[in-house]
């Protein structure tokens, strides 16, 4: 389930949180679901437990995952919903910054507003009433 990228630049703690990350949106994890334990990860992965332990004190700290003490380390019930919220804070931002650059090379408002209703009748079919419902998706 989980593949690192040697190859990458990306630190590899940073490829598992973002791999979990991924999985809990798309509903491959769901809440409450007991991830791989550090060691078993490490293992499969062929990395340091501690690459392991730091991709889920990064997710811990985040809100996705909990750990219990002994049990390991599950989903947490909000996992999703709070990285939907970030992801459309971050989304907000760059659209805000990708409108400032557009009035600046004057495109007119119209026009943008055109782009955004084309966008919106093209792509609402292609989200599922799961996608729509569970935050993040308002077509208002």
């Known amino acids: ?3 690192i990228d040697n190859q990458s630049r990306q ?3 940073e490829q598992i949180a973002q791999q979990v990350e991924k999985y809990v949106l798309s509903g491959i994890l769901t809440s409450g679901e007991k991830m791989p334990s550090v060691r078993k990860l490490s293992v499969e992965l062929n990395v340091n437990p501690n690459t392991v332990q730091r991709a889920y004190t990064e997710l811990e700290r985040g809100g996705v995952i909990v750990t219990a003490p ?9 996992g999703a919903t709070v990285l939907r919220e970030v992801r459309r804070k971050e989304y ?3 659209l805000e910054e990708v409108l400032m650059e557009l009035k600046i090379s004057n495109v007119k408002k119209k026009q943008i507003l055109a782009i955004v209703d084309k966008a919106f009748e093209e792509k609402a079919s292609t989200f599922n009433e799961k996608d729509v419902y569970a935050g993040g998706h308002d077509h208002d």
Not at 70 to 78: I, K
């Open 70 to 78: 002994g049990r390991g380390a599950f989903v947490s019930d909000s």
């Open 1 to 3: 389930m989980f593949r």
């Open 11 to 13: 630190a590899v703690y």
């Open 92 to 94: 907000l931002k760059k």
